[in-house]
């Protein structure tokens, strides 16, 4: 196999792939695969309860959480967020968006069909390379709740800290969800999409405070009117089986790496170990405040650009795979989730090393 650092859908532990090939015929002796059996019956809900408990410890979520799993990933949770929580408002449905990339952006803009979408504060002025200082957010008193995404995948623009602040917080935590321990009583809601850190793609994940469901504008489509979700197991529709069945093999792995503060040390040292090389380097460098470098998705260039084609082609032909940044910022990106293995950073950072002996 190669070294996959592509964004998402993302490389996946080697071990949780080949337990599903082995069982993709003949899952839990039924003569069958997963996908195939009913999502109602008993050895698919023993996989779900399964997946959802070890969720539970991994992230050590409070019984005044609920957890659904759903479709629509992260953009349609973009709409669901709004449809369940801006009646909350005292004086009509608003909330507030503190902006800091690309995600952010189109959060703030799906946001605005259902309500007033406030920005109380944007780094868009820098480019997205930082994160405003909380002292300078505008946050108003009558939204419903304040909304950031906790690491803006396109951007490599990650919060170091939490936020505290007094409305509920709603996280878009899409590319940073178990890669670093978070404590779930910052939040009123944790969101995401799976095909990063958790699974293939397919699955949506809302963690959600128990008090802030049963709010739903009357027009909520059923499958995210969440409290009719946590009523229902999330089963409202057939739920994507598979992805369910995935997430609860990389949560088994996780739990054998020893969890997510052991994931978080390994990130730490990955993620240093390709800023360093970047800042020690003269030919590549790094646009984003050291405050805020994201920890999953590198974001760096090369001074030269005209050498940008060069570097990505000599990276495949050396195994190191989707490097090229995304097209709206340029340059480079190694997205280094759990799954990617410090092997696969030391491999990208010997390359970029003799790359710029090269030049
Ligand atoms: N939010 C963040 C931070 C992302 O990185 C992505 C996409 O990859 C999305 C939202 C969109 O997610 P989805 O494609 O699951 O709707």
Same mark, same amino acid.
């Given at each position: 196999?190669?070294?996959? +650092? ?24 039924? *003569? ?6 009913? @999502? ?6 023993? /996989? #779900? ?19 659904? +799993? ?29 902006? !800091? *990339?690309?995600? %952010? ?9 259902? %309500? ?17 200082? $909380? ?9 419903? #709740?304040? @909304?950031? /995404? ?5 951007? %490599?623009?990650?919060? $170091? ?36 850190? =958790? ?15 049963? @709010? ?21 529709? !057939?739920?994507?089986? #598979? ?13 054998? $790496? %020893? ?18 090389? =970047? ?12 405050? /805020? ?5 590198? !974001? +760096? ?16 032909? $050396? ?41």
């Amino acid at each position: 196999r190669v070294f996959n +650092f592509a964004p998402g859908p993302a490389t996946l532990p080697e071990e949780v792939l080949k337990q599903a090939a082995d069982e993709m015929l003949n899952w839990n002796g039924l *003569g069958m695969g997963v996908m195939e059996v009913s @999502h109602r019956g008993k050895p698919f809900m023993a /996989c #779900y309860e399964e997946t959802l408990s070890d969720l539970r410890e991994l992230m050590n979520i409070p019984d005044s959480y609920a957890v659904l +799993f759903l479709q629509g990933g992260a953009i349609g949770e973009n709409a669901a967020i709004p449809m369940n929580l801006m009646p909350l408002a005292k004086n009509g449905p608003k909330a507030d968006f503190v902006v !800091t *990339g690309i995600w %952010g952006e189109k959060s703030v803009k799906e946001a605005a069909k259902y %309500g007033q979408a406030h920005v109380a504060a944007s780094s868009a002025n820098t480019g997205f390379t930082s994160i405003p200082d $909380q002292k300078n957010w505008q946050l108003s008193d009558d939204a419903a #709740y304040v @909304h950031i /995404c906790s690491n803006e995948t396109v951007g %490599g623009v990650e919060f $170091q800290q939490v936020p505290k602040v007094s409305k509920p917080l709603v996280a878009d935590v899409s590319s940073n969800i178990l890669s670093r321990v978070f404590d779930i009583n910052d939040f009123g809601v944790l969101f995401g999409g799976a095909q990063k850190n =958790i699974g293939p793609a397919g699955l949506s994940i809302v963690i959600v405070r128990k008090d802030l469901l049963g @709010h739903a504008m009357p027009i909520t489509p059923m499958v995210w009117d969440w409290a009719k979700q946590a009523e229902s197991d999330s089963m409202l529709n !057939t739920p994507p089986t #598979y992805s369910i069945y995935l997430a609860g093999l990389v949560f088994k792995w996780l739990k054998r $790496q %020893g969890g997510v503060a052991a994931m978080e040390k390994q990130n730490i040292a990955k993620s240093n170990l390709l800023y360093s090389t =970047i800042d020690s380097s003269g030919l590549f460098a790094s646009k984003v405040d050291e405050s /805020c470098r994201s920890r999953m998705n590198v !974001t +760096f260039y090369l001074k030269d650009e005209k050498l940008n084609e060069a570097f990505v082609e000599g990276a495949a032909k $050396q195994g190191l795979m989707n490097i090229k940044g995304h097209k709206s910022v340029g340059g480079m990106r190694a997205s280094i989730y759990n799954a990617m293995p410090m092997a696969g950073v030391q491999a990208l950072v010997e390359y970029m090393k003799e790359f710029e002996r090269g030049c």
